[in-house]
């Protein structure tokens, strides 16, 4: 923690339950996360109700993560996403109905999204879902997204997400970019993307098993993006 206890820099990642004091307002940047090599062992993580900020990746490659308490008082989650590599998170518990974190975050359909700023920030597991052809937990379409309009894609939305054939028609804006390391290290073998797209970000498919993609309307595409 700093000196006043505002912001954690760095948290024990041994503990099976990790309660953060009451008091901290900002989670830094990888403040919690692990390393590819590392064994993570937090299964859940309780946050204080005085926090306001999450930073980039700040739960980085948690494989053992499965829950995570959610306050109210959280006005800003980076778009860098923080929950990248949680393969295992089931849960985001909040204190609200209808899934919402407060009146810009909420849990729709199985993403974390950003409704000040229309954006989806993360995927959250299989079982969350309503999106997902229940003939294939493989495949997901937006076509039937029914409430929000997509605008903007986090960075690591989809990092290292099991979902195979990824449809973004439906409620997404006709241009949008696809950003840095968006669906690196992924199992997403074919994806439609929507009408225009104005960038492929560096590293998006890096190490992903990609083998189909629709690339006539894409302007830019950044280094070392497949």
Known sequence: YSIDGKKLYKASKWASELRLAEGLEIICDK?????WSEQ???????????????GDLAFFNNKSIKKIYFPDSVNY???????AGCNE??????????????????????????RTNWMLIT???????????LNDKHKISFYNWNEFEIRKIGCYAFYGTEIETIDFSGKISPSIDIPDSCFCDSNVKSIKLPIFCDR?????????????????????IEKEAF
């Open 77 to 83: 989650i980076s778009h860098v996403n923080p929950f």
């Open 200 to 220: 492929i970000g560096e590293k998006a498919f890096y190490q992903s098993k990609l083998e189909s993609i629709n690339l006539d309307s894409v302007l830019r």
């Open 40 to 54: 993570a062992g937090i299964r859940e993580i309780f946050l204080p109700k005085s926090l306001s900020a999450i």
């Open 123 to 133: 995927e959250l597991p299989f079982k969350h879902k309503e999106l997902l052809d």
């Open 31 to 35: 403040a919690i996360s692990f390393h």
């Open 89 to 114: 998170l089931e849960e985001i518990v909040t204190y609200k109905k209808n899934n919402e974190i407060n009146n810009q975050y909420v849990i729709h359909e199985g993403f974390l999204f950003d």
